[in-house]
């Protein structure tokens, strides 16, 4: 059984297009997160959502816009893709941090390779 | 955020120990040290945190120096599925959701 999905697994599109990538997770987590992993390999965080609520949103251009319809799932839809968004972008989950202390284990979906010609 | 510093990549034979170091000379004292490791177009993996003593899992082993300013990850013998990207990070304070991941180590293992 797969903890955290993604879809699709590659996507390749033309600028000025917008798309979405799907993530979903069967662990009962209440955090869901959006990365992106450049070329040079660094993996920067974009959004966290917590129980369907935004609770980190770093400098990321609003042509990034996080959807969480319920807790399972948190989307990514990018409107007016531009060269510069080709990069993996990986989901992931983690328990709420109430109540568990001060440590937390993100679990990671495979990733979406998006490339934009 | 307190800054993490590892090398490059490292070289371990199969079978052997493998240990992989971390500087975090600025960490605050309620941050954790933090181990994940992405293995070649996989997402990342975690393996092991810890505060201040040190502390081992099925999958590896964390010491972390006494004045906290650096860490090792051991894994007690490496395989070659081992073969990967390691990354310490330094978890913020105040902020319980929140990593960076730098640029960390790969670790080739070799036959």
């Known amino acids: 059984d797969t903890a955290v999905s993604q879809t699709p697994k590659y996507l390749v599109t033309q600028m000025g297009n917008d798309k979405s990538i799907k993530c979903e997770q069967n662990?009962?987590?209440?955090?869901m997160y959006w990365y992106k992993q450049d070329s040079k390999k660094f993996l920067k965080i974009m959004f966290s959502y917590n129980n369907k609520e935004l609770i980190i949103n770093e400098t990321v251009p609003n042509r990034f816009s996080p959807k969480s319809p319920d807790k399972a799932h948190l989307n990514l839809h990018i409107n007016s893709l531009e060269l510069g968004d080709s990069a993996v972008y990986f989901c992931?989950?983690?328990?709420?941090?109430?109540?568990?202390?001060?440590?937390?284990?993100?679990?990671f979906g495979p990733g979406t390779r998006l490339t934009v010609l | 955020d307190a800054k993490t510093t590892q090398p490059t990549s490292m070289d371990c034979a199969e079978g052997r120990a493998a240990n992989l170091p971390c500087n975090h000379s600025?960490?605050?004292?309620?941050?954790?040290v933090y181990w994940y490791r992405q293995i070649h177009s996989q997402g990342p993996q975690y393996i092991i945190h810890g505060l201040k003593n040190n502390e081992t899992n099925e999958m590896a082993s964390l010491i972390i120096t006494e004045d906290r300013k650096s860490s090792t990850l051991i894994l007690p013998h490496a395989t070659l599925r081992d073969t990967a990207v390691y990354y310490c990070i330094v978890r913020p304070q105040y902020n319980f959701n929140k990593f960076y991941f730098g640029s960390g180590t790969k670790l080739n293992v070799k036959p």
């Open positions: 662990l009962g987590h209440d955090t």
């Open positions: 992931a989950s983690s328990p709420s941090a109430k109540g568990r202390g001060y440590y937390n284990e993100q679990f």
């Open positions: 600025t960490i605050s004292g309620n941050e954790y």
